[in-house]
């Protein structure tokens, strides 16, 4: 059993900072064959977003909203994985979830998610 929790979120104003954190627990097995992280976005009224993406050998992926903003990273040695927010805007605002997926083959996978962290931007 592996658990993903987040932390981090909170109430800005716009143009402030945010640093958001996940970190795995349990199955360290399990927690090894965690070859992608990513950091998912729910807004009311909207999907939940893939807002960023990293591999095991650290290349990132971001939607378009997020470039030049945000940045992700992680430390596999410390089962972590952290989201940086700079120049935050209102639009920004949301539950984030941390997730990772294991990919048994290329057709089955398995994913984990945190309960999420909320991230509030006034203006």
């Known amino acids: 059993q592996v658990q993903l929790v987040e932390s981090g979120g909170g109430l800005v104003q716009a143009g402030e900072s945010l640093r958001l954190s996940c970190t795995a627990s349990?199955?360290?097995?399990?927690?090894?064959?965690?070859?992608?992280w990513g950091w998912y976005r729910q807004t009311p009224g909207k999907e939940r977003e893939l807002v960023a993406g990293?591999?095991?050998?650290?290349?990132?992926t971001y939607v378009d909203s997020v470039k030049a903003r945000f940045t992700i990273s992680r430390d596999n040695a410390k089962n972590m994985m952290y989201l940086q927010m700079n120049s935050l805007n209102p639009e920004d605002t949301g539950v984030y979830y941390c997730?990772?997926?294991?990919?048994?083959?290329?057709?089955?996978?398995?994913?984990?998610y945190g309960q999420g962290t909320r991230v509030t931007v006034s203006s």
């Open positions: 997730s990772a997926r294991i990919q048994y083959s290329d057709i089955l996978s398995e994913d984990y």
């Open positions: 349990g199955s360290t097995n399990v927690i090894s064959d965690m070859g992608w």
């Open positions: 990293i591999t095991a050998g650290g290349t990132a």
